[in-house]
C-alpha cells in the first residue's frame, strides 16, 4: 500500500467520506487512490475558493469535517479566504496539500514555496508528512485536531514521495469518528449567571455557536422566560435553526450605531458561546466594544463547551425546568407583494416561499440586512453565514451544505459583488446535480463601501471613487453566467417574477439561479 | 493631509501611476485619497488574484511596479496565488494591504487575520505602518525594495488609523522612479566564461530573466555566431522578445525526458539571468536536475546583475564585438491551414496572424506546446509566461500587459481549465476597453494532469480519477461567459473558424475571446 492510499484508508476508517477536490501533478497519487477505493466522495471545483467553502458548510451542517485536497502552496492560497471563514466558523476541516517530493524541494522548482507559512495563519493545526510509513498516523491526527471542539482547521502536507512511497501494512484505525467531548462548564459559572439573572437587573443572554441549535435555543428561551431576560445571537452566526416553532430573538446588528443602541439597556450580558461584541471594522471616534460602557461582560461557557449542558444546569439554576419558552416564532407566510424589487419586497417573498427545512446561505451583504427579521416567521430553516467576513463564501457554503444535507432545500442569497469572488462555484452546483437555488442581488454595486465610505468619516465618494465601488460598466449578466456553467437561470425585475422566479428554483431538484435586479 | 493622502502623493512622487484595486471599508480613506488626487490609473478587479496577476505582467511591461489595494488578510489571501508567481518572475510589485485601526486588533473581530504572516511567504519585504505620520516614509522604502534588482514584492500593511490619522505635511519624494543599479559582472566570471566558450567543449549558454530582452539576445547571438555554442532559454521566461528579426532559439522543453535529452549533448552551460535547470515537478526514479551527469553548470550572471554588460563583456572577451548574430529568425507567414482543430494549426494559424510587436501571454498549458517552436518566424512579439507556475495567471496578467502597453495587442493563451480560476478578469477588459484577444483552448480537461497522472505512476486514471480531471460535465460555454462579463466573443469548431474569429479579435481595439474547441 503506497502512502496515498494509507492516507484514503485512514481518513475513511476515521468517518471522512468527502473530499473537495482542485489536484494538481504533485497529488495524482492520491488521485489515482481515491480512484482504486471505494468510498470517498470527491467533488471537484474549478477554483480553490470552491473548495474551501465547501469543506466549511459541510462541517456546519454534516457535523463532521470533510477533507480537502489542494496543489501546492499557491492552491491552499486561493482557498485561504475560505480557510479564514472556516476557522472563525470553528468548522472542523482536513486539508490536504500537495507538495513536492523532498528531495525535490532543495532545488527550488517554480511551484516551491513555504506551505507551512502560507497555512499556519489559517490553520490550528499543521504538519508536514516525513514518509510514506507516518502518513497514517498523521491522517488520524489531522482528523482527531479537526474534530477537537469547537472544531479546527488542520493542514496536513503531503510530499508527493510520501504518496507514491510504500507505506507497509498500515492498520486502518478502527474508531469511528468521536469529537473530543466539550468540556462542561463549571458550576461556579452557573451559579454566577444565575444569581445575575435573579438579581433584576437588565440582563442579556448573548448565544453563539451551537448555542443557535434548536434545543439549546429552547432551553434558552425557558430562560427567558422564566427570568425576563434578552436573548440575542451574535450578528454572524454559524448555523441557526429558526423559524416557525422556534425560540425567535435578534441578532446584534451589523452596524455599530445600532448595535450599541440594541446593547445599550443591559447591565449584564452573559455570554454562551459567544464573545463580547465587537465592531465589524473599528470607525474614527466609534467604540470598538459595542457593550455600554459599565456593562458588566461574563462569559459564561466558551464556543467548545457543552453549551447544551450550561443552558439546562442554568435553566434548572432559575428553577425553569418546566417553563415554556417565551417568544416561540409562529408560523406565518405573508401575502406576496407586487411592484418593484425592493430589499423589503425580497424578504416578504422569501418568507412566503421559503420550502420546509431550507438551509439558508446568507451572502446577502448590504441588501439583504432586511431578511433577518422578515423570516422569523417562516418554514422553520437553518441560516448559515460567513463567520470570518471574508466574501466569496456564499456559493462555495451553498456547495457544501447540499452535499451534506442531500435531503434539504438550500437558498443561497448572494451579493452580485460578493459572489464574483467564487462564481465558479456554480459550475460545480450543475456538476454534482446540487439542490441550490441562488438569489443574487443585483444592485450593481459594492453597495456596503458606498455606505461605510461615509461611516469612517471619508466623505461622499467622487466620481474616481465611484467607479471603483460600482460594477455598472459593463453589467454583470448573472443569466448568462448561470447558463455558461450548465445552471438554468432566470431574471427577475419586480416582485411578481421574482416571486415566480423562486418557485420555479424551489421546484428544481437541481440549482437554479434568479438574478433579483434592484 | 492625513495618511492616506499622504501614501498617495508618495506612490505618486515615486512614479507609482497605477493602482490594481480591490478595495474594501478598513481601505476607504485610500480610496477617498485617490478620489482627491490626481495622477493616479484605479483600475478594479472583482477578485483579488486579477489584481496581483495584473500587477505582475504591467511590471515586466512597463519596468516599473503597480500599487495593488487589497482588504486585509483575505483579500491578500485571495490574491496570493499571482503574488507567487510575481516573486518568482522578480516583478516589483508595491502591495498595499488595509489592515483594522491597530486599537482594534486586540478585538479579534471576525476579519482580523496575520496579515503579515500571510503576506511573507510571498513577499520579499513586509511591514505594518505604525502611524500616519509614517506613511510616507515606510511607502518610499517599499517602492524601494520593489525595485530593488531583479524587481520585488513589497507589502506594506496599512492600518485604517494610519490612513485617517493626521500625517502632518509630509514633503513628497521628489527622486523620479530609479531602480538600484544592477551589480555589475565580475571580470573572473566573464574570463571563466571565455576560457570555456574557446576551449572546444559542447556548451550551452542558457538565457533568463533580462538576458531574453531584444538587444541581450542579439549579443547572445554574436557569441554563438563567434564561438559556436548553442542557446538556449529557460522553459518560463518572465519576457521573451522573439519573432522575426530577432535571434532565435528553443526553450528548454517542460517534460523531463525532453528536458534532459535536449540538455544531454552539453558538457558546459553557462547560466546568465538563469539558473541550474531543474525539472518542474519530482517524477519517481527520475532526476530532478536536468543537465547530465558531469556537466559543468557555471552562474556567470544571477538574475539581478547587469545581464546587458556581461553578455557585452563576455561578446568582446571572445572576439565577437563585431559578427553578426547566427539564428536569425526571418520573417515568414504560413498559409492559414484548413481542417479539425488541432495544436498544430492553432499554432499555423496564430503564426500567420499575430500581429506586429503584440504582446503574448501564454498560459496555454498543455494544448500550447506546439506554439512556441511555430511562432519564431512570426512578426515580432513580446512572449509572457507565468514564472511561478501557479495557474490563474494568464487572464489577470493580460489586464497588466495591456494597461502597461496600451499601444499594442495582447493575446492571451489560456487553458479551459486555468481560465477559470480568474475568470473575473474579462470584465475587468470590458471595463477598461482593453486591447486585449483571448484565446481559449477548449480541450474541456485538466489535460496536463491526464499526461502526469501517467507520468508519475500512478497508471491510468480510472472513471472516479478521470471525473476529477475532465470539465466535461458540464461543458463550460466561453462564448456566453465572456458575454455575461461584457466582453464580445465568438466560438471556433475548425480551422478556418478560429482564423476568422482570430481576425475579428485582432480588428478590435477592445476584448474580444475566442473559444477554440479541440
Not at 482542485?22 to 488521485?31: D, I, K, Q, W
Request: glycine residues 10%; hydrophobic residues 45%; negative net charge.
Amino acid at each position: 500500500m503506497n502512502g496515498a492510499e494509507s492516507l484514503v484508508r485512514t481518513l475513511l476508517a476515521q468517518g471522512v467520506d468527502t473530499c473537495f477536490t482542485n489536484p494538481g501533478t504533485s497529488e495524482m497519487h492520491f488521485v489515482a487512490a481515491l480512484d482504486r477505493i471505494d468510498g470517498m466522495r470527491c467533488v471537484l471545483g474549478l477554483f480553490e475558493g470552491v473548495v474551501t467553502g465547501a469543506a466549511d458548510a459541510y462541517y456546519r451542517m454534516a457535523r463532521k469535517p470533510a477533507s480537502t485536497l489542494l496543489h501546492l502552496g499557491p492552491g491552499l492560497g486561493n482557498g485561504l479566504a475560505n480557510l479564514h471563514n472556516a476557522r472563525k466558523a470553528h468548522s472542523g476541516i482536513v486539508n490536504i496539500v500537495g507538495e513536492h517530493a523532498l528531495p525535490h524541494l532543495v532545488l527550488d522548482a517554480p511551484l516551491t514555496s513555504d506551505i507551512e507559512g502560507i497555512a499556519r495563519p489559517v490553520s490550528d493545526w499543521v504538519r508536514t508528512v516525513q514518509s510514506a510509513a507516518e502518513v497514517a498516523s498523521a491522517a488520524r491526527d489531522a482528523v482527531a485536531a479537526a474534530l477537537r471542539p469547537p472544531g479546527q482547521v488542520a493542514t496536513l502536507v503531503l510530499p508527493a514521495d510520501s504518496a507514491w512511497g510504500e507505506a507497509g501494512q498500515v492498520a486502518p484505525a478502527t474508531t469511528a469518528m468521536a469529537a473530543t467531548p466539550r468540556t462542561p462548564v463549571a458550576d461556579a459559572n452557573i451559579d454566577a449567571a444565575a444569581r445575575i439573572l435573579g438579581d433584576g437587573t437588565p440582563t442579556l443572554i448573548l448565544l453563539g455557536g451551537a448555542a443557535c441549535f434548536e434545543a439549546a435555543l429552547h432551553t434558552a428561551g425557558r430562560i427567558q422566560a422564566k427570568t425576563g431576560c434578552a436573548l440575542m445571537s451574535e450578528f454572524y452566526v454559524p448555523r441557526l435553526q429558526r423559524g416557525a416553532g422556534r425560540v425567535n430573538f435578534p441578532r446584534v446588528p451589523y452596524a455599530v450605531d445600532a448595535a450599541s443602541a440594541a446593547l445599550a439597556p443591559y447591565r449584564n450580558i452573559l455570554l454562551i458561546g459567544a464573545r463580547d461584541p465587537v465592531s465589524f471594522f473599528a470607525y474614527p471616534d466609534k467604540p470598538g466594544r459595542q457593550a455600554p460602557l459599565g456593562c458588566h461582560v461574563m462569559t459564561v461557557a466558551s464556543v467548545g463547551d457543552d453549551l447544551d449542558a450550561a443552558l439546562q444546569a442554568l435553566a434548572d439554576a432559575v428553577g425553569a425546568r418546566q417553563t415554556a419558552p417565551a417568544s416561540v416564532a409562529q408560523a406565518q407566510r405573508p401575502a406576496l407583494p407586487s411592484g418593484p424589487i425592493t430589499p423589503e419586497g425580497i424578504a416578504q417573498v422569501v418568507c412566503a416561499l421559503l420550502p420546509e427545512n431550507a438551509v439558508v446561505i446568507d451572502e446577502s451583504v448590504s441588501a439583504g440586512r432586511a431578511l433577518g427579521p422578515a423570516t422569523a416567521q417562516a418554514a422553520p430553516h437553518d441560516w448559515l453565514t460567513t463567520m470570518g467576513g471574508a466574501i466569496g463564501w456564499g456559493l462555495p457554503a451553498a456547495v457544501g451544505a447540499a452535499i451534506a444535507a442531500p435531503q434539504r432545500k438550500v437558498l443561497a442569497l448572494e451579493g452580485d459583488g460578493s459572489a464574483m469572488y467564487t462564481i465558479q462555484a456554480l459550475w460545480t452546483m450543475a456538476r454534482e446535480g446540487l439542490d441550490v437555488t441562488v438569489l443574487i442581488f443585483a444592485n450593481r454595486a459594492y453597495q456596503i463601501l458606498l455606505g461605510e465610505y461615509a461611516g469612517v468619516g471619508a466623505g461622499t465618494p467622487g466620481p474616481r471613487a465611484a467607479h471603483m465601488l460600482r460594477l455598472d460598466a459593463p453589467t454583470l449578466d448573472f443569466v448568462a453566467l448561470a447558463r455558461s456553467m450548465g445552471v438554468e437561470a432566470g431574471r427577475a425585475d419586480d416582485l411578481d417574477g421574482l416571486a415566480s422566479q423562486l418557485r420555479r428554483g424551489f421546484a428544481s431538484s437541481g440549482p437554479y439561479l434568479v438574478e433579483a435586479v434592484l
